[in-house]
């Protein structure tokens, strides 16, 4: 591990450890949701989700206390309700390359490829299930 203020001129100086490499999937998510509506929380526009059922996947209301999550099926009208009253600026959504930066949802599917509403929904579940906070191993 390098000295504090040491220079290190070698190609290979991100490999050391202690230093944190970040995959592709993870810097193509959301960092931060913004909805126009102080009420709400994205997970206020979960309509169900599918879980794992005994015959296979099958959909269920949306509850915290579900388990074997694979999927979420969003409130369409209310999402595109809080987007049409706010000029398409209804749901916004920290690029992971700058914070600062909030894209709308066309946005983001246009930079990334990928629903950044269906992406924040999961990770917040996620968060959600394993009691929020921060966790360490």
């Not at 999937?25 to 979960?46: C, F, H, M, N, W």
């Not at 398409?88 to 946005?107: H, I, K, Q, W, Y």
């Amino acid at each position: 591990m390098p000295e504090d203020g040491e220079i290190i001129e070698e190609q290979g100086y991100l490999d050391i450890d202690g230093i944190c490499i970040f995959p592709t999937e993870v810097v193509t998510k959301p960092v931060q949701v913004r909805i126009a509506s102080p009420y709400i929380g994205i997970l206020d526009l979960v309509k169900s989700l599918i879980v794992i059922g005994k015959n296979g996947p099958e959909e269920v209301p949306y509850s915290r206390e579900a388990k074997k999550i694979i999927g979420i099926v969003k409130d369409i009208q209310t999402i595109e309700w809080i987007q049409n009253t706010y000029g398409g600026r209804g749901l916004l959504f920290a690029s992971p390359e700058n914070p600062a930066l909030m894209l709308t949802v066309d946005e983001w599917e246009s930079k990334y490829g990928t629903d950044p509403v269906g992406l924040i929904m999961m990770m917040r579940l996620w968060w959600n299930s394993m009691g929020g906070g921060v966790h360490t191993p």
